[in-house]
C-alpha cells in the first residue's frame, strides 16, 4: 500500500519526558479513511458494526443509561401520592399530620436527593475502572439497582417515608456512576470511525427512560395511587437483565492492555468486539499510546487539575459539563406544565402533551445518533446550544407579550419544544463522549470525575436557584441562560477541534500543536504549513525551535 499521509505533529507531549518521535505507522494512521470496515494506508483498521458491538451497546445503555432518565421523571407523575402517603405515616407516628411547608420540603429532599447522590457516585468513578476495569464496575453497580428498588418497593408496606429517601439516593449514586462510565467503556471498545454513534447511544435511552416515566405515569396504568411504590422500583427489571447478560461481554481492550499490560485479554476482546481475527494494527495503535505514558502512573484529579500539558482539554470539559445543566434544560423541564397550561391546553391533557415532549426528545436523540458520524461533533453540539439559546430568548419575549398577543402562548409552547430537540440533538450526549476523546488513557478516569462531578454540582444548583431566580428575574431569567448557551456554542467553535474519525492519539497531537504555535513567535506563524487535519507538520515546529509548555 502506497502512504497517502503526511508526517504527524510530534508526540502527546509530559511534563515528566520529551515528547516521543512519531513511528512511521502513526504518521501513516492520519491519512484520510477509506471506507467503511477497510484496512486504511498503513494497515489501520477502520471497524464496521458487529453484533457483539450492538449487543453490548445496547445492553448498558438499556440497563445503565435509562435508568438515569427514569429516576428523573418518575417522581412527577406520583407527587400527591408520594405526599399523602408521608403525611398519613406521619399522622400514625406522632398523632398530627405535616403542614404544606414540612411536606413540601419532604417531598423536595425525595427529589434533590438523587442528584447528591449522583454527586457522589461521580466521586467514585476513578476508584472503580481502575480497581475492577469498565465492564465490571458497570455490573456491580447494577446491585444498586436492585437494592434501590427493594427500599422503594417494600416502603408503604412498611409505612417508612425514609426508605423512599434511601432508595433515591441509592439510585442517585448508580446514576453517577452510570453516566461516566458507560460513554468510558463504549469510547473505549468502539473503532474510530463508530465511536461517534456508538457514544450517543446512552443519550437516546436517557430520553427513553424519561418517555418510559412519563407513560408508565399515566392514570390507565401505574399513575394510580396504590401502584406509586412499583412505579418507582421498576428499575430493577433493566439492572437484571444488565446484571445477568454483561458478563457475557469482555473488558474494555484498552484497559487491559494499557492498565493491566494483559495482550493476549485485549486481543481476544477485540477480536469479538471487532468480529476479525486481524487486530494487530489495533493492538500496534494501543502499544503506542502505552509507550507514549509508559513513564506515566493514572493521574488523579489534582494531577489532571495541575497538568499544563492539558489545560485546554480539562478546561474544555469543565465548560462542556457545566454547560450542559446550566443551559436551563431542567429549569425548561420544571416549568413546562406552567406554559403548556398559559397556553391553554386543559389540566386533564397536561400530561399527554408532557409525553408528546418526550418523544420529541426521543427523535432527536435519534437524529443526532445516526447524523453524528456524517457532520461531526462540533456542527452537532455548535446547533444545539445556538438553537437552546434563541429559544430561551424566545420564551423571553412570548411571556412578557403574551398578555396583549394571546397567541404568543404558542410560540412560548414551540420554543419549549426547540429548547427540548435542540439539547437532545447534541448537548445531551456528545459532552460525555468528548470527555472520552480528548484524554489518554492515564487521565481519562480522572477526567470523567471532573466531568461528572461538576455536570451533578449544577443540576442540583439549577434545581435549587431557579425559583428564586424566577421570583426576581420573572421571565427574564431565561435571558441567562440563553447567554450561557450562546457562550459554550462560541468556545467550541473557537476552541474544540473536530474529533471525528481521529484516533485519541491523534486528537492529542492536535492539542499539542495548539500549544505549540502559542509558544512560537508571531512572526513564525505565518511561515508554517498545516497538513489535512489542521495541525501544523512535524518539520514546521522543528524549524520554528519551539518548546511546549
Not at 421571565?475 to 447567554?483: D, E, P, Q, R, T
Request: hydrophobic share 45%.
Amino acid at each position: 500500500m502506497g502512504e497517502t499521509g503526511r508526517a504527524a505533529a510530534p508526540g502527546l507531549p509530559s511534563s515528566r519526558s520529551p515528547p516521543p518521535r512519531p513511528s512511521p505507522r502513526s504518521a501513516r494512521s492520519l491519512s484520510p479513511p477509506l471506507g467503511k470496515g477497510t484496512l486504511r494506508p498503513g494497515g489501520d483498521i477502520t471497524g464496521h458494526l458487529t453484533f457483539p458491538l450492538l449487543s453490548v451497546t445496547l445492553l448498558v445503555s438499556f440497563g445503565s443509561s435509562m435508568l438515569y432518565g427514569y429516576n428523573l421523571a418518575v417522581v412527577n407523575s406520583p407527587a400527591e401520592h408520594i405526599k399523602a402517603f408521608y403525611n398519613a405515616t406521619w399522622s400514625q407516628r406522632y398523632g398530627h399530620g405535616l403542614g404544606p411547608a414540612p411536606l413540601t420540603l419532604l417531598y423536595a429532599l425525595t427529589v434533590s436527593i438523587f442528584a447528591l447522590g449522583g454527586l457522589g457516585g461521580s466521586l467514585l468513578v476513578g476508584l472503580l475502572v481502575e480497581r475492577y476495569g469498565r465492564n465490571g464496575a458497570l455490573s456491580r453497580s447494577a446491585l444498586l439497582v436492585l437494592l434501590a428498588g427493594g427500599f422503594m418497593g417494600f416502603s408503604r408496606e412498611l409505612g417508612s417515608p425514609e426508605m423512599v429517601i434511601i432508595g433515591r439516593s441509592i439510585t442517585g449514586i448508580h446514576s453517577g456512576i452510570c453516566l461516566s462510565v458507560v460513554p468510558l467503556y463504549l469510547g473505549e471498545i468502539a473503532p474510530k470511525n463508530l465511536r461517534g454513534f456508538l457514544g450517543l447511544m446512552p443519550s437516546i435511552f436517557i430520553c427513553l427512560g424519561v418517555f418510559s416515566a412519563q407513560v408508565l405515569g399515566l392514570p390507565e396504568l401505574l399513575g394510580k395511587d396504590r401502584f406509586w411504590p412499583l412505579f418507582l422500583s421498576v428499575v430493577v427489571v433493566p439492572a437484571s437483565l444488565q446484571l445477568l447478560l454483561l458478563h457475557c461481554f469482555p473488558e474494555s481492550p484498552r484497559y487491559l492492555l494499557i492498565e493491566r499490560n494483559d495482550i493476549c485479554g485485549a486481543t481476544k476482546a477485540l477480536q469479538q468486539f471487532l468480529g476479525s481475527p486481524e487486530v494487530q494494527d489495533v493492538i500496534e495503535e494501543m502499544q503506542e499510546e502505552q509507550r507514549s505514558l509508559s513513564c506515566m502512573e493514572m493521574a488523579s484529579v489534582w494531577q489532571l487539575l495541575q497538568e499544563r500539558s492539558l489545560r485546554w482539554q480539562t478546561l474544555s470539559v469543565v465548560v462542556l459539563n457545566a454547560g450542559m445543566q446550566l443551559s436551563g434544560i431542567d429549569a425548561i423541564w420544571f416549568y413546562t406544565n406552567t406554559i403548556f397550561e398559559n397556553a391553554g391546553i386543559p389540566v386533564s391533557q397536561i400530561p399527554y402533551t408532557t409525553m408528546g415532549t418526550g418523544a420529541i426528545e426521543v427523535v432527536a436523540g435519534l437524529i443526532g445518533c445516526f447524523t453524528i458520524e456524517r457532520v461531526g461533533r462540533r456542527p452537532l453540539i455548535i446547533t444545539g446550544f445556538c438553537a437552546m439559546g434563541v429559544c430561551s430568548a424566545g420564551i423571553t419575549i412570548s411571556l412578557l407579550l403574551q398578555a396583549a398577543l394571546p397567541w404568543m402562548r404558542y410560540v412560548s409552547v414551540a420554543c419549549v419544544v426547540g429548547i427540548i430537540a435542540g439539547f437532545c440533538m447534541g448537548p445531551a450526549g456528545v459532552p460525555f463522549l468528548m470527555t472520552a476523546e480528548l484524554f489518554t488513557q492515564s487521565h481519562r478516569p480522572a477526567a470523567y470525575i471532573v466531568g461528572g462531578s461538576l455536570n451533578w454540582l449544577c443540576n442540583f444548583t439549577v434545581g435549587f436557584i431557579f425559583p428564586f431566580l424566577q421570583m426576581s428575574a420573572g421571565a427574564f431569567c431565561y435571558l441567562v441562560f440563553c447567554g450561557v448557551c450562546l457562550l459554550v456554542a462560541l468556545y467550541v467553535y473557537l476552541v474544540i477541534p473536530e474529533t471525528k474519525n481521529k484516533t485519541f492519539m491523534e486528537i492529542s497531537h492536535i492539542f499539542a500543536t495548539r500549544r505549540s504555535v502559542l509558544s512560537v513567535p508571531a512572526q513564525l506563524i505565518g511561515m508554517m504549513k498545516l497538513d489535512g487535519y489542521g495541525t501544523l507538520e512535524s518539520s514546521s515546529l522543528e524549524g520554528s525551535g519551539s518548546s511546549l509548555p
